[in-house]
Each structure stands twice: as structure tokens, then as C-alpha cells.
């Protein structure tokens, strides 16, 4: 198992960008998936965006054109760039590591703590 560790979290007005890191304890070369999550308040945890094989991407409508997902495999990490934020991204943001797409579509994979965005109206 890989420690995660999510940072970047803050609170921002509206329109603003803030740009969320997770480091990996180890290399994340041999991860099959790697992916952010997010958890609004009262809600149901959900997946965001996931990069695949280091270079499929993968985007939620609600984060499309907005959000860019990237990894550094040199520097073991994952980071997530937020763009026009809106207060509806408010929310607890997870990063994740599968080493293989079965562990991905089972939700079964390292997370790390989170890191709280709040989006200001």
C-alpha cells in the first residue's frame, strides 16, 4: 500500500483557482489508475477525474473544461488544477491510486486524508 497525502486545500471566492497536490509515499509508476474524488457536504462521495496508464484522462461533466488532472511519476505525484471555481465544488477532495481496473471500478485502492475546498459565493 502507497501513503497519500492530499495539500492545497483553502477557501476561494468564486471564479478563483486553486491548484490540490497528493503525494505518493512511494513510485506511482505501477499504479493502473490514479484519480481525485470529491465529498460535498450531506453527500455521497464522488469521482471527479482519473488518469489512466499515466496518459488517458478521464473528466466528469460537472468539472470538464474546468479541472486538469496531471501526474509527475518522476516526483510520485498527482495534482489536480481547479479553474472557475463555483460554491457547488465546495467539498472534501480525496486523491486515489489503483493498481488495476478491477481495484478501480470496486472503489478498492489507497486514498489519502483529504483536503477541504470551500468556494465562497
Known amino acids: 500500500q502507497v501513503q497519500l497525502v492530499e495539500s492545497g486545500g483553502d477557501l476561494v471566492q468564486t471564479g478563483g483557482s486553486l491548484r490540490l497536490s497528493c503525494a505518493a509515499s512511494a513510485s506511482i509508476i505501477g499504479f493502473n489508475t490514479m484519480a481525485w474524488y470529491r465529498q460535498p457536504p450531506g453527500k455521497e462521495r464522488e469521482l471527479i477525474t482519473a488518469?489512466?496508464?499515466?496518459?488517458?484522462?478521464y473528466y466528469t461533466s460537472d468539472v470538464w473544461g474546468r479541472f486538469t488532472i496531471s501526474i509527475d511519476n518522476v516526483k510520485n505525484m498527482l495534482y489536480l488544477q481547479m479553474n472557475s471555481l463555483k460554491p457547488e465544488d465546495t467539498a472534501m477532495y480525496y486523491c486515489?491510486?489503483?493498481?488495476?481496473?478491477?481495484?478501480?471500478?470496486?472503489?478498492?485502492?489507497?486514498w489519502g486524508q483529504g483536503t477541504q475546498v470551500t468556494v465562497s459565493s
Open positions: 488518469v489512466t496508464r499515466g496518459t488517458d484522462t
Open positions: 486515489a491510486a489503483f493498481l488495476t481496473e478491477s481495484d478501480y471500478i470496486s472503489d478498492f485502492g489507497s
